[in-house]
């Protein structure tokens, strides 16, 4: 209920966002989701539908001074009872979940390495980054 409502205040309430902005919504058991952020205009929705949902990710690496947007990301997390509440993989650098209020463990898997936050969402606008180090390049022999 909470993702409908977040998708019709999203667009009534702001003049940038249309309906094809925002990728459709997807399901993993009960949690609803959106990924992507590709090209700017979708990348903008996305920073500008954040806080209308209990959690946003997003996803970097760095390069150099700056961190770039990174997509293909296994996302897994767990509530308070280890049960797995999403496994999904996201084509973008930033997700936004529509998942109950509580504590949950959450693993990133990006180019085989797992980052991990802990989060307790108790309201709207939760966010978490995740920033993997810059990889290296194997010289040639």
Not at 47 to 64: D, E, I, T, V, W
């Amino acid at each position: 209920m909470r993702i409908w409502l977040a998708m019709i205040c999203s667009i009534v309430c702001s003049p940038l966002l249309s309906a094809q902005s925002l990728p459709a919504v997807q399901f993993y058991m009960n949690s609803a989701y959106m990924c992507g952020g590709i090209g700017s205009d979708q990348s903008e929705a996305f920073k500008s539908a954040r806080n209308l949902y209990p959690l946003s990710l997003n996803f970097g690496q760095k390069q150099g001074d700056r961190v770039a947007f990174v997509a293909d990301v296994q996302v897994v997390m767990r509530d308070a009872q280890d049960q797995t509440v999403l496994n999904i993989n996201s084509d973008g650098p930033f997700c936004l979940l529509d998942i109950d209020y509580g504590t949950y463990q959450v693993y990133v898997t990006y180019e085989g390495q797992t980052l991990h936050q802990s989060i307790h969402i108790k309201q709207q606008g939760h966010q978490l980054s995740f920033v993997w180090p810059e990889a290296q390049s194997n010289p040639s022999h």
